[in-house]
Structure formats: C-alpha cells, structure tokens
C-alpha cells in the first residue's frame, strides 16, 4: 500500500505510523464510553504508549501480511480504523474489523472507507473472500453489512465476551466473485 487511499477530497485511509500516537490516543481517550460497547480493547487504551506500542504492532502485522490496519483521517483529523484485522493466507480470507468515532456515525462515512479497502483488497491481493463478525447488538454495524453487499452466514452463539457479558456474534461474508458481479460500482472512487 502506498501512503494513502484516498476515499474522497476529505476522507484517506493511511498505514499504520507511529506518528498517529497522540491524535489516535486522544480520540479514544474521549471516546472511550462510547468505544467500549462493542470494543472490548478500548479500555486497554490507556497512555499514548500503549497507543504506540498498538501501533507499532500494526506496522509490525502490516510489513508480515497478518494484517492490514488503515487508520481514518476526515478532514485532516483522526477518525477511527478500518482493517483487515485477520489475513489467511492458505484460505484466502480474511476479517474485515473497524470503528469510527461517535459524532461521524451516520454521514456514510464508513460505508465509505469499507467499501475502498474492499476494492482495494480485491484489486491488488488474492484473498478470495471477506467476513465480518458483528456483535448482535451493533445494530449500525449490522446495516452497514447489509448495505455493502455482504450476506449473513449464520450466527455464532455465546462467541464473544464484551463487557462483561457473553453475545452472539453474526458472521457476514462476500465474495470476490460476488464483488466482481456487481459490476464494481461501488469501486471506491479513489485511487489505489
């Protein structure tokens, strides 16, 4: 991946830095009581070195292939991640994982930035399918899903522990050839 994905004139996707630290730090440090319903890793968040060292994994996964993690900048400001944040190489596979702060909820914006990582995804690596794994309480993340095409593959049981409390998680899937039938209209309108 290059320096960035460009989503639209106010909307990039970047690699992993290091130099995120304190914007990504504070964000979450703020957002933390929102983040925390279906992050269970927003508490671990607790000093910017702890945001350093995440990051610096990340840089780490990325270079290795594990993973790919894209930090969202809107209007020049921190935002959130979107991510590959499971790549299997022998399956071609891999989870799709994000988050975006509170007062950007409901603007399209992650639609968005899911929908260029997908193309990107699909244009440069040979991963054959994506899927998502959605607490059955995230309702927005659950339409988000839905919207972008993926289709629900069923429901793991009692699969997460967040907060305290065991929930069901819904498997959502898309394939590359599901992508590529719907003639790519949604092919992320930036550069890649």
């Not at 993690?69 to 790549?87: C, F, K, M, P, W």
């Not at 994506?130 to 069923?154: C, P, T, W």
């Not at 522990?161 to 930036?190: K, S, T």
């Amino acid at each position: 991946m290059q320096k960035y994905l460009e989503v639209n004139q106010e909307l990039r996707l970047y690699p992993a830095s290091v130099d995120f630290a304190k914007p990504l730090f504070q964000l979450i440090a703020a957002q933390r009581d929102y983040l925390r319903r279906h992050l269970p890793w927003a508490d671990e968040v607790t000093s910017e070195q702890d945001m350093r060292r995440i990051l610096r994994q990340d840089i780490q996964f990325n270079r290795g292939g594990q993973k790919l993690t894209t930090y969202i900048r809107y209007r020049a400001e921190a935002a959130g991640a979107v991510s590959l944040v499971r790549i299997d190489k022998i399956h071609k596979k891999a989870e799709i994982g994000y988050w975006l702060r509170e007062d950007l909820q409901g603007q399209g914006i992650m639609t968005q930035c899911v929908e260029r990582l997908i193309f990107y995804v699909f244009k440069t690596t040979d991963i054959q399918r994506l899927y998502m794994q959605i607490s059955s309480e995230n309702k927005a993340s659950l339409a988000l899903a839905r919207r972008i095409g993926f289709k629900h593959e069923g429901t793991l049981r009692r699969d997460a522990l967040i907060n305290g409390a065991f929930c069901d998680m819904e498997v959502f899937g898309l394939l590359r050839g599901e992508f590529e039938e719907r003639g790519e209209r949604r092919e992320g309108r930036g550069r890649s």
